[in-house]
T-cell receptor, first 111, second 112 residues
Framework: GEDVEQSLFLSVREGDSSVINCTYTDSSSTYLYWYKQEPGAGLQLLTYIFSNMDMKQDQRLTVLLNKKDKHLSLRIADTQTGDSAIYFC???????????FGTGTRLKVLA | DADVTQTPRNRITKTGKRIMLECSQTKGHDRMYWYRQDPGLGLQLIYY???????NKGEISDGYSVSRQAQAKFSLSLESAIPNQTALYFCATSDFAGNEQFFGPGTRLTVL
């Protein structure tokens, strides 16, 4: 069945790197996404990666994709207190309208 | 100004009441979506609309109905609210290709 899995919580110290992991199920997914949700706000698209890529870097964010294992990760370098939020992984299977979201990982950054 | 707006932002209602949540967008997108978010469950799709005349049920449409009044407006109704519909509701839009969704700020609904 369709299931995107993420761990629920991650705690890191300010200045350290954070790595948020996700496993997805549909190997046909063309796009894989990372969204950020701050308290009281909607989901904000952080970055996405095409399935034909292994890695995408955007300033402090690095996305790694392992298609064989259906594993997606988001690395945040030099994590700041403003990065504290819930991070959602999502996949969009090819040829469908559907986005399948994970449960979200709550990142807490300790000063 | 925000591209996707939702009203109200917070609502408390009683069991059995009818309630409507509204969504407006200025992005000019054809596609609009309603999601529900429950703690630890991620987002679940309630309804989606590809244009004014095309409305489709999502994964959890029971107990909900929608109306696409115009390209820019998509409303979600709970005909007779029940406590397990207490959740955070998000509207989203995407262009025709549908490869990127833009979310509204959410409506927190509490049904007593």
């Amino acid at each position: 069945g369709e299931d995107v899995e993420q761990s629920l919580f991650l705690s890191v110290r300010e200045g350290d790197s954070s790595v948020i992991n996700c496993t997805y199920t549909d190997s046909s997914s063309t796009y894989l996404y990372w969204y950020k949700q701050e308290p009281g706000a909607g989901l904000q698209l952080l970055t996405y990666i095409f399935s034909n890529m292994d890695m995408k870097q955007d300033q402090r964010l690095t996305v790694l994709l392992n298609k064989k294992d259906k594993h997606l990760s988001l690395r945040i370098a030099d994590t700041q207190t403003g990065d504290s939020a819930i991070y959602f992984c999502a996949e969009k299977p090819s040829g469908t309208y559907k986005y399948i979201f994970g449960t979200g990982t709550r990142l807490k950054v300790l000063a | 100004d925000a591209d996707v707006t939702q009203t109200p932002r917070n609502r408390i209602t009683k069991t059995g009441k009818r309630i409507m949540l509204e969504c407006s967008q200025t992005k000019g997108h054809d596609r609009m979506y309603w999601y529900r978010q429950d703690p630890g469950l991620g987002l679940q799709l309630i309804y989606y609309s590809f244009d004014v005349k095309d409305i489709n049920k999502g994964e959890i449409s029971d107990g909900y109905s929608v109306s696409r009044q115009a390209q820019a407006k998509f409303s979600l109704s709970l005909e007779s609210a029940i406590p397990n519909q207490t959740a955070l509701y998000f509207c989203a839009t995407s262009d025709f290709a549908g490869n990127e969704q833009f979310f509204g700020p959410g409506t927190r609904l509490t049904v007593l």
